[in-house]
């Protein structure tokens, strides 16, 4: 009931093209649904994050969809670039600052 | 803001000998700090969980006499590799987190630290 399930674990996209990444969880007392990009060697670094309360949240080129009902959220890169290359995760938590639960991460490939 | 360096960034030893890595948080007081560690093209695992002046909480399976955890400040927390093994070589990332700072409830990552144990 802890997991997060990430898919696909790969993707290739055109540059210029949107890259759509899902996650679906169980545990319905995750209320903090981070993304998480992570280059080659480096640590994570947050991109962009939702409560439960909003179905979507846009940041740049990067948005977050949220189904609460379906316990399914996406990332989606619009007009994806190739500096977006990189291992994206997707991650959950209960209650404010506590431990986060990841997905398997996706490695996006974007063919320029 | 909410930046968090780790070092080393790289270390090699040999079998047997033990390691130390630190993980501050340069510009936030971090209440909450916790320890992954990440194998090739893997997710982070997450090994503990250290609050300020208390005993870290291990997850299941991470063995605390092995990986020893001292969050001795707010802004310093250090995990020890005791007597490494070549099985121990992985990549280390820690986080941090400060609720009521203005900074969100988001986890704040280092670097990372590498690790080769020969």
């Known amino acids: 009931q802890q997991q997060v399930k990430q898919s696909p674990q790969s993707l290739i996209v055109q540059k210029g093209g949107i890259s759509i990444i899902n996650c679906a969880y169980e545990n319905t007392a995750f209320d903090y649904f981070p993304w998480y990009q992570q280059f080659p060697g480096k640590g994570p670094a947050l991109l962009i994050a939702i409560r439960p309360d909003v179905s979507e949240k846009k940041e740049g080129r990067f948005t977050i969809s949220f189904n609460k009902s379906a316990k399914q959220f996406s990332l989606h890169i619009m007009d994806s670039q190739p500096g977006d290359s990189a291992t994206y995760f997707c991650?959950?938590?209960?209650?404010?600052?506590?431990?986060?639960?990841f997905g398997a991460g996706t490695i996006l490939r974007v063919k320029s | 803001g909410a930046v968090v360096s780790q070092h080393p960034s790289w270390v090699i030893c040999k079998s047997g000998t033990s390691v130390k890595i630190e993980c501050r948080s340069l510009?936030?007081?971090?209440?909450?700090m916790f320890w992954y560690r990440q194998f090739p093209k893997q997710s982070l695992m997450l090994m503990a969980t250290s609050n300020e002046g208390s005993k870290a909480t291990y997850e299941q399976g991470v063995e605390k006499d092995k990986f020893l955890i001292n969050h001795a400040s707010l802004t310093l927390s250090t995990l020890t590799v005791t007597s490494a093994h070549p099985e121990d070589s992985s990549f280390y990332i820690c986080?941090?987190?400060?609720?009521?700072?203005?900074?969100?409830?988001?986890?704040?990552f280092g670097p990372g630290t590498r690790l080769l144990v020969l």
């Open positions: 991650a959950a938590s209960v209650k404010y600052g506590n431990k986060l639960v």
């Open positions: 986080s941090a987190s400060a609720p009521g700072q203005g900074l969100g409830e988001t986890q704040y």
């Open positions: 510009d936030f007081q971090a209440t909450t």
